[in-house]
């Protein structure tokens, strides 16, 4: 019974060898196509990712934007992560954390005579990763008496709740003299 384990078992490893060196180059061939072809495909679906995540975190910019304007102080808060390790740098100042953010716009801005109406322009959003990217732009402000504006630097991170932002670096123009 030995003997006829012995003899099956080589002559499936004689008949298989042959078979499977026959089928090694279109094996090769087939391994070449795939994997040029992932190659190919990565930057597309790259690029696809970049531009989804630019109109997403565009539209987050858009509702904080429209959320200022209707005296929404927690609706602009919305673009924030809301976690203790957001930080928030203006005035030479560090914030952390989404609450003490909140915080100072609520006092810093509290009637709709403060906030005035909000305009973010001259965005430049590069990818930092997959699911985080830089955004550069300006921000202005026309109030009654005056109209303050100035640059900002975020980063935004990809939360389970969409992008949000985890560092906001404001900066304000110097007021012209009166």
Known sequence: MIRHLRVSTLRIVDLGVPTMLAFFPSALILFAFTSAWSVLAAPAGK???RASAAIQIRSVLRAQQDAWNR??????????ARSKSTIFVSEDTLRRGWETV????????????KMGTL???DLEITPLSLDSAMVLGRWR????????HGRFTLIFHKTADGWRIVLDH???AALPAR
């Open 71 to 80: 005296g929404d102080i927690d609706g602009f808060m919305n673009g924030y």
């Open 170 to 172: 404001t900066s304000a």
């Open 141 to 148: 402000l026309k109030r009654t008496n005056d109209r303050p």
């Open 119 to 121: 305009t973010f322009s």
């Open 102 to 113: 909140r915080d100072r716009y609520r006092k810093k801005y509290s009637d709709r005579t």
């Open 47 to 49: 690029e696809q990712d």
